[in-house]
């Protein structure tokens, strides 16, 4: 078939130049169709290679581990990016291979591995009853083994099982010497290299139209940024996958040289200041950099959907970078101010700004505001369901209303009372990094309780009150 030149008819039968008339939609179709098809091989490519070593049983401790392994396997199905699946398989490795667990119902188990192949997913997740139900078992036995799972992970007594030989076949996705990745400082991930990805392809879709967008992407080969800016934000990218202090700082002075309203170079330097006002100060170059650089126009453009345009995450960073700096200053007004801005902006809160705002609305007594946040967003989480109750234990509620909210939040992360009632110790910081609904999650918790003023002596003692007699 001939292609059809630029110049020529449309053959769609309209009687204009195909440029003038098809040509864009075609294009756009075809840069949809390489994605997607990116997105295929690579499923594709992963699935192969975490099967070969699923059923190899050298990887497993007991067949009824890899059973269990190859059913988790069967239930996500072929269309799920088997990274995170392969994330959830080297927890369960490391977790039945540390505990040896007798397994009498393994429906549990493979739930549990379900339910965490969802927490790692940034998209809405089923809960555990949900689940649970799907599997026919009870919620509170999935309950258990997820957080069993998760515990394992934070232990620093237990050890990594060794790498068995190479089995035949490609070699796992990003994962070369075993559990490395659990006791990473970005836990469940590999390589990131999405969001430079995204802001690539919308440089090239603005300068040189979706045509060339998709020979980009189908052949990975991007032009260099022709703008300053450009320029400046592809060193940031390289700074942020720096370790070492002074290269992070050199990059990022480049990148301000290169154009001076580049909001990540402020970010980057708040992060290496050597005190808390002089990061501060950092980041609000970075918000005003950023407000330069956007343009009023753009932010009444985005407004509800801030974070979807990949050019704002600068900005945004900045910004959450100077609430947090203002929160930890004791500037909680100021604070509140910038974690509101940023839910307006961005109601989807991909940065977690809402856990931020709702504790500091409980430090200040500004209960309404409290309950009209927790209104907001439905979701199951530690900090929400505490939240409920701090919310009502704050307003004076009936005890039969908040030992009902407490039993609520206690089935959603059990560990919370012993951290609340110094029974387990709190790391003198907050944790790097946490796994929903386990220990970690409550330490950082209960942490920002006590760093608020809103552990005391009064909520300890009714707390005891409910735990004491209670096992587990």
Known sequence: MRKIGRNDPCPCGSGKKYKHCCLPLDEASRVVRLVDERVRDERAESRTAVLSVVRDDRFWTGPQYRRIAERFVWIVGEDEDFRDVWDVLMCWRLYSSATAPDVRKPEIYVAALEYLFGQLREEKYATQKEIADKHGVAASAVSRIFTRIVDTLFDRNVEPPEWPQKPDGPAPPGIGNGMTFVRSSTPFSFLNGTEKTMFRLAGVLEESGVA???DALEHDDWPEGKTPRDQAQELLYDAMDESSSARRVRLARQALRLYPDSPDAYNILAEEAPTKEEALAFYRLGIEAG?????????????????GYIRTRPYMRSKFGYAFT????????????????LLHLNPNDN???RYRLLHLYFALKRLEEAADL????????????????????LRGADDRVLKKLWNDARSVNPHVPAYMLGKKPLLPGRPDWIAVGGESEAAAYVYELKHLGLLDERLRAWVRKQESGRKG
């Open 291 to 307: 407000e330069r650089d956007l343009g009023p126009d753009l932010f009444r453009k985005y407004k509800g959907h801030f974070w």
């Open 351 to 353: 940065q977690g700004a």
């Open 212 to 214: 060339r967008a998709a």
């Open 374 to 393: 927790l209104d907001q967003y439905d979701e199951y989480s530690t900090y929400w369901a505490f939240g409920w109750f701090m919310a009502s234990y």
């Open 326 to 341: 203002c929160e930890e200053l004791g500037r909680y007004e100021e604070a509140i101010w910038h974690y509101r801005d």
